[in-house]
């Protein structure tokens, strides 16, 4: 009796946990179901708030959009810049980490304070130095200066340090003995033991950059290089070609987002155990 007691607690738990997780799913995904949904719908549908699914779904919102505006070209654009801006992060913030993990040099610990001191600062603060600095390098209007402005992440140089401190500095030493610089430690021991770090980075760099609007719409002037954030709100609300056609502009997000969805579906294990601490090392 004690037995099947315990079981039908267990079963109860489960219930419950099972209950709670997908009302927070749904609460949690409500915002994408309802801009799906929106893309689907007619202008007047979409006004009428007691209308949440369409009567006659309008599948030539999407067509409309990819074929007869720049949004292909905005995806382009923020793909772009956040590939090369990501790959120059993750070179950067990882040589840093290395060095200030495995490398002893006067003033290690007064340069990591500096540079986490830095991270404090209210990203706000940094536009009019940086807009000077980039003025002065007659960077403005370009993706140069976009990629060039967001080379380092603080944030990537502090998770990839913790990552890296928890390697054995036997292991650095041993293959120092064996004549291995420090690049190829970098590369072919530390890289592959701290690849879940690296992944995390990564899709948090890619997703910060590629939905980034206020930095790229000080510096850019021209429509044709704005980011998918700046182009969306130039061209389908700010008095574009389509004006208040919320229809269009939910088929537009609704696309601007899948590019997203895809690079998470492919590294959400990684991203997990990179939040989780797991350096891949077992024992």
Excluded: C
């Excluded at 607690?9 to 915002?31: D, G, H």
């Excluded at 369409?54 to 590939?83: C, M």
């Excluded at 500095?169 to 592959?192: F, S, W």
């Excluded at 992944?199 to 997703?207: D, H, K, Q």
């Amino acid at each position: 009796m004690q037995v099947r007691g315990n079981t039908y607690v267990e079963v109860i738990r489960k219930s419950i946990k099972i209950i709670i997780l997908t009302a927070v799913s749904i609460f949690t995904a409500f915002p994408f179901i309802w801009m799906i949904v929106s893309a689907l719908k007619t202008k007047v549908e979409i006004m009428n708030a007691t209308i949440f699914f369409p009567s006659d779904p309008q599948w030539n919102n999407f067509i409309e959009v990819i074929f007869h505006s720049p949004l292909i070209r905005y995806i382009g654009n923020s793909l772009f810049v956040s590939i090369v801006t990501l790959i120059i992060q993750i070179v950067s913030g990882a040589m840093i980490a290395y060095a200030l993990v495995f490398m002893r040099f006067r003033g290690r610990k007064l340069l990591f304070a500096i540079i986490m001191g830095t991270y404090m600062l209210p990203t706000a603060a940094t536009y009019i130095p940086s807009y000077i600095i980039l003025a002065d390098m007659k960077l403005l209007d370009s993706y140069t200066g976009l990629i060039v402005s967001n080379a380092v992440s603080i944030f990537g140089i502090f998770l990839l340090r913790q990552a890296f401190m928890q390697v054995p500095q036997g292991l650095v030493e041993a293959a120092r003995i064996d004549g291995a610089n420090h690049a190829k430690i970098l590369i072919y021991m530390i890289a592959p033991m701290t690849k879940s770090s690296f992944i995390t980075f990564g899709l948090m760099s890619f997703i910060s950059t590629y939905n980034s609007y206020m930095w790229p719409s000080l510096i850019t002037d021209s429509p044709e290089k704005s980011l998918v954030s700046q182009g969306l709100r130039r061209f389908f609300i700010e008095g574009g070609a389509y004006g208040t056609e919320w229809s269009l502009v939910m088929a537009g997000s609704a696309l601007i987002v899948l590019p997203l969805l895809l690079v998470f579906m492919f590294t959400q294990k990684w991203f997990i155990n990179g939040i989780g601490g797991d350096t891949g090392m077992k024992g």
